[in-house]
T-cell receptor
Framework: KNEVEQSPQNLTAQEGEFITINCSYSVGISALHWLQQHPGGGIVSLFMLSSGKKKHGRLIATINIQEKHSSLHITASHPRDSAVYICADAVRDDKIIFGKGTRLHILP | DSGVTQTPKHLITATGQRVTLRCSPRSGDLSVYWYQQSLDQGLQFLIQYYNGEERAKGNILERFSAQQFPDLHSELNLSSLELGDSALYFC????????????FGAGSRLTVL
């Protein structure tokens, strides 16, 4: 069992829909990262959080430390949001555990 | 530009050959991680360096080695290349702890023919 589990693995939605991607981790964290990997391969850090909630534009990340669960939400989704979203548990500086990613496809 | 520079961007070589991938971390970052991403696979951790010292090892083959130099840039050496080594190789850097922002380079795409 992967120490970081993401769901769903694949998600196809219509433009404008509200998107939720979930991440559960089993090891304690110093921080949890959400990353976005574009079809071209580049990886961008979206959020780093250790408690509560963060918002950037149409993206919202939340974390529940007690439940060891984080969610990434996308409001008013757009085809340009199509990418692989990766959750990573930064247990400590020499141990970062990656989920396998959620492939999101937004249809126009 | 993320601040992490990887070269080369693309590399095509033959089986049995040796290549070196280079990474310059974001200014001020001491920690460098190397990851391998094969086709449609997740990121696989290879090795981490912190301020010139090897800090952690993941699923890195014995044919692969890495080092971090005094100026903090890092090199990943891949030798006796096999077809299965074809992948995207990413370098990422963070500051003092993993609680700092994880910044990825654009990756080096290696194709072994």
């Amino acid at each position: 069992k992967n120490e970081v589990e993401q769901s769903p693995q694949n998600l196809t939605a219509q433009e404008g829909e509200f998107i939720t991607i979930n991440c559960s981790y089993s090891v304690g964290i110093s921080a949890l990262h959400w990353l976005q990997q574009h079809p071209g391969g580049g990886i961008v850090s979206l959020f780093m959080l250790s408690s509560g909630k963060k918002k950037h534009g149409r993206l919202i990340a939340t974390i529940n430390i007690q439940e060891k669960h984080s969610s990434l939400h996308i409001t008013a989704s757009h085809p340009r949001d199509s990418a692989v979203y990766i959750c990573a548990d930064a247990v400590r500086d020499d141990k970062i555990i990656f989920g396998k990613g959620t492939r999101l496809h937004i249809l126009p | 530009d993320s601040g992490v520079t990887q070269t080369p961007k693309h590399l095509i070589t033959a089986t049995g050959q040796r290549v070196t991938l280079r990474c310059s971390p974001r200014s001020g970052d001491l920690s460098v991680y190397w990851y391998q991403q094969s086709l449609d696979q997740g990121l696989q951790f290879l090795i981490q360096y912190y301020n010139g010292e090897e800090r952690a090892k993941g699923n890195i083959l014995e044919r692969f080695s890495a080092q971090q130099f005094p100026d903090l840039h890092s090199e990943l050496n891949l030798s006796s290349l096999e077809l299965g080594d074809s992948a995207l190789y990413f370098c990422a850097s963070t500051g003092v702890t993993g609680a700092n922002v994880l910044t990825f380079g654009a990756g080096s795409r290696l194709t072994v023919l």
